[in-house]
């Protein structure tokens, strides 16, 4: 089991940046592919960003790409979502989400994840 908690969302004006982090506790941190979604109101939940368990691999959802950066720090059992250039069309609840390694930066669906995190509201004001 892996418990996954988010913080870092809030409000923040058009153009700006937030970082958003994930602590992991339970088992073994390194030992899953890690990813990032988001839902945002009446709409489904969507990917945003991934990264492998050991390398550093990432992969990112085209809507994000050059704006977002998923990193992580096995030392810290965090997988963090530094966001800049936000949009308002980027406001929805952020989830983090635990697959298992072996899919590397492959995991782009939610079934592929086995743990979920709470979700943090991001809001950006235009």
């Known amino acids: 089991q892996v418990q996954l908690v988010e913080s870092g969302g809030g409000l923040v004006q058009a153009g700006g940046s937030l970082r958003l982090s994930c602590a992991a506790s339970?088992?073994?941190?390194?030992?899953?592919?890690m990813g990032w979604f988001r839902q945002a109101p009446g709409k489904e939940r969507e990917f945003v960003a991934t990264?492998?368990?050991?390398?550093?691999?990432?992969y990112y959802a085209d809507s994000v790409k050059g704006r977002f950066t998923i990193s992580r720090d096995n030392t810290k059992n965090t997988v963090y979502l530094q966001m800049n250039s936000l949009n308002p069309e980027d406001t929805a609840v952020y989830y983090c989400?635990?697959?298992?390694?072996?899919?590397?930066?492959?995991?782009?669906?939610?079934?592929?994840?086995?743990?979920w995190g709470q979700g943090t509201q991001v809001t950006v004001s235009s």
């Open positions: 339970g088992r073994t941190f390194s030992a899953y592919s």
């Open positions: 990264i492998s368990c050991c390398d550093g691999s990432t």
């Open positions: 989400a635990a697959a298992a390694s072996w899919y590397g930066t492959s995991a782009k669906r939610e079934s592929e994840y086995v743990y």
